[in-house]
Structures are given as structure tokens and as C-alpha cells.
């Protein structure tokens, strides 16, 4: 009996430090915690609290296009216009300004021809946000999301 009780609480103790402990973050995304508001799926990102400075590294009125699994999109849509905090992963590409770094310059490419083309996408350019969590801020959103 002492020895299946044992081994219960071991193997519930393992499965909670499990779900403790957060995934990992791929080589080519980092983790950003990002305070804001919420439109629809479209997160913009606020200023930084005076006692978290360095907390993100998104700049304020920078826009997200959120994505993640359901339910937690749905808690984040039902607080709309109210300050949230977002945790998720973005890749560090989408962090950089378009083009290529050669010392101190960056080189990118010009417009394209005029009179003729494609038609951009709607969502190109705009940075994506897998959403692993949120949480709630003090206050209610002062400045317009979009």
C-alpha cells in the first residue's frame, strides 16, 4: 500500500513540474511579453509599466495579428478594450526592419515597377504572434487599436 501511494505522489508531482515548466522557444522565434489592447485579432501593443522596463521588445503602437489556440483567443476577444498583457512566441525575422544589414547600413529593395504587378496581401508585412497566454492589466485601453 505505502509503495503505491509512493509511487502515485511521484508521478504526480513530475506531471506538475511538467506543466510548470514552459516550452521551449524554437532557435529562429523569440518569447515576448507584450502589454496592450486587442480588435478582433489585432493586438497593439502599449507602452511598458515604469517597473518592468525592457519587458518587450515590441514598440508601443506596433500591430500583431494574433493566432493561437481557440479558447485562449476567445478569453482574450471577451476583454476587449481592456489593457491585457499577451505572452507568445514571434519569430525574430518579422523584429527587423526589411532588407539586409552590411555594417552599419541596411540595403532594401525600392518599390516595384509602377502600372503593373500583383496586388499585395492584406496581412503582408504584418507581424504574427503565436499566443500562449495573457493576463490582466489595471485599467482600460486609452488609445484606439486600429
Do not use: N, Y
Amino acid at each position: 500500500m505505502r509503495i503505491s501511494v509512493c509511487v502515485v505522489a511521484v508521478g504526480l508531482s513530475a506531471v506538475l513540474m511538467a506543466a510548470q515548466e514552459p516550452k521551449p522557444v524554437p532557435d529562429d522565434s523569440v518569447r515576448v511579453f507584450v502589454p496592450g489592447c486587442t480588435k478582433g485579432q489585432v493586438f497593439t501593443a502599449g507602452p511598458v509599466a515604469e517597473d518592468q522596463p525592457g519587458r518587450s521588445s515590441i514598440p508601443e503602437g506596433m500591430h500583431l495579428r494574433m493566432q493561437g489556440p481557440r479558447q485562449t483567443l476567445s478569453e482574450i476577444r471577451a476583454r476587449e478594450g481592456s489593457r491585457i498583457e499577451i505572452t507568445g512566441l514571434v519569430r525574430k525575422g518579422q523584429l527587423v526592419p526589411d532588407g539586409v544589414r552590411v555594417g552599419p547600413v541596411r540595403i532594401a529593395p525600392g518599390p516595384g515597377p509602377s502600372g503593373g504587378g500583383s496586388i499585395p496581401s492584406p496581412g503582408a508585412g504584418q507581424v504574427v504572434i503565436d499566443v500562449e497566454g495573457w493576463r490582466r492589466l489595471p485599467g482600460d485601453c486609452p488609445w484606439t487599436t486600429r
